[in-house]
């Protein structure tokens, strides 16, 4: 507590420590006003001092001028800080928890089928000639692409995709085919195994750990006198075990 402003230096005369309590302001942190030489003085040996929070920079050490209690304050919102998360940016104070903004990947959002990224197309001549890379980030994010292949005389079409990933975690691959013609096609593993998405047919890749996923289809659009296999292929990344920002690299095409 502190000690009310004086208007005459006979106002605050006093003879013991009790004649102080009326001239205490109410704060129970800034000291107790006490008789020093006939005069009500804050002795500063009475004044809270509150423990320096080291492990958390988005709490203040506070005391509560009701009580004279010491309690972890929040700075205030959007105070920057550091969360120590290298897959995070513009970190910043919240009720008192620093955090950011998750760092993802430019192809961001394309979190399902509907929402795939268009990739560069092919032809079943093509071989396995594009990649990019990106990343499996926040947690619970998944990956998807798609590319037209196109059936041309003289190939086979068969559409193969491949994925390298960082060694500390295990992503998975799942390759998909829709014919152009509408049918549903037979579709053959050549790497990989079967598997399906909804209506999608298609085939994945479960390798364990960081080891290398490749998935390769044979699909089959035949319809009456139509052999044009032509279609779109789909392509799903995501996380079996594992979390990082660190880049995964797809490749895509034809073999």
């Known amino acids: 507590t502190g000690v009310q402003t004086c208007a005459l230096p006979i106002y605050c005369t006093c003879k013991t420590d009790a004649d102080c309590a009326t001239k205490d302001d109410g704060n129970k942190c800034n000291g107790v006003p006490k008789c020093t030489n006939g005069a009500c003085v804050v002795d500063k040996n009475t004044a809270i001092s509150c423990p320096y929070i080291s492990e958390n920079e988005c709490l203040r050490a506070a ?53 795939a990224r ?3 197309d092919k032809t079943d001549c093509a071989g396995v000639d594009s990649s990019l890379t990106a990343t499996i980030y ?37 390759v998909y085919f829709a014919c152009n ?8 593993c050549t790497e990989g195994s079967a598997s399906t998405s909804g209506s999608l047919v298609g085939c994945c890749s479960k390798q364990a750990g960081s ?33 990082t920002c660190s880049s995964y690299t797809l490749g895509w095409g034809d073999s």
Not at 147 to 156: E, I, K, M, N, P
Not at 181 to 188: A, I
Request: glycine fraction near 8%; aromatic fraction near 8%.
């Open 138 to 174: 926040p947690s619970g994010d998944n990956d998807w692409f798609y590319y037209a292949d196109s059936d041309t005389l003289g190939c086979v079409l068969e559409p193969k995709v491949t994925l390298s990933m960082p060694a500390t975690v295990d992503y998975d691959l799942c």
């Open 63 to 115: 005391c509560n001028p009701a009580t004279g209690v010491c309690y972890a304050k929040p700075r205030a919102t959007g105070t920057a800080c550091n969360d120590n998360d290298v897959c995070t940016s513009a970190d910043v104070c919240t009720a008192g928890v620093c955090g950011g903004t998750a760092i993802v990947d430019s192809y961001e959002q394309n979190a399902s089928s509907a929402s």
């Open 181 to 188: 013609n509408g049918n549903t096609p037979s579709v053959s």
């Open 118 to 120: 268009h990739l560069a």
């Open 211 to 243: 080891a290398a996923e490749s998935v390769r289809l044979s699909p089959s659009c035949t319809s009456g006198f139509s052999t044009d296999d032509s279609g779109k292929v789909y392509v799903r990344v995501y996380a079996y075990s594992g979390l």
